[in-house]
């Protein structure tokens, strides 16, 4: 009888296992920050984004995101993945847009802050060009390319917003 209740056991103990296994993933996922309605967050959990299709000049822009969440700001990138991540997000909206503000400026020449005032410590400088029209101090992201361009901040583009999530 008690070589009958050995696999009996045994099938016992391995689904008490597997449960407190599924129940220890929950309480991960619970731990988890979360993001508000409508925002995207990103694959490493630090953040969290929101695209707007509404072209407003980067003042504006960097307003209405501060509106949003209480410490939203244009999107900061700090890493390649970042920069990729928002690049797909915006490519995923199927929006027909070519590039989108984000938070970083030369508030005096080549001297870069974000938004957020986060460093700026990602080594992906803006393109800029020489005629003085073009001496700006706004940086949009240019979608085919990933990369980033100098634009006059009173251009009205589509925009990204940012915030660090909090449980």
């Known amino acids: 009888m008690m070589l009958g209740m050995a696999p ?6 391995f689904c008490d296992a597997a449960a407190l296994d599924e129940e220890n993933k929950m309480m991960d996922v619970t731990k988890k920050f979360k993001c508000a309605n409508k925002w995207i967050q990103s694959p490493s959990g630090t953040h969290c984004f929101r695209y707007f299709n509404e072209p407003l000049t980067w003042l504006s822009a960097e307003t209405t995101c501060k509106r ?5 700001h244009l999107a900061s990138i700090h890493n390649n993945e970042q920069n990729a991540f928002l690049a797909k997000m ?7 847009t070519k590039q989108f503000w984000i938070g970083l400026k030369d508030r005096k020449e080549e001297k870069y802050t ?7 410590a990602f080594g992906k400088l803006p393109t800029t060009s020489s005629s003085p ?21 009173k251009t009205k583009l589509p925009f990204i917003c ?3 999530p909090t449980k």
């Open 90 to 96: 915006v490519n995923g909206l199927k929006s027909k």
């Open 114 to 120: 974000w938004g957020d005032k986060t460093n700026y």
């Open 162 to 164: 940012s915030y660090k």
């Open 8 to 13: 009996l056991l045994s099938a016992l103990l």
């Open 68 to 72: 949003m969440e209480r410490t939203s």
């Open 133 to 153: 029209e073009n001496r700006v101090v706004c940086v949009t992201f240019i979608l085919l390319s990933s990369e980033w361009k100098h634009m006059a901040c």
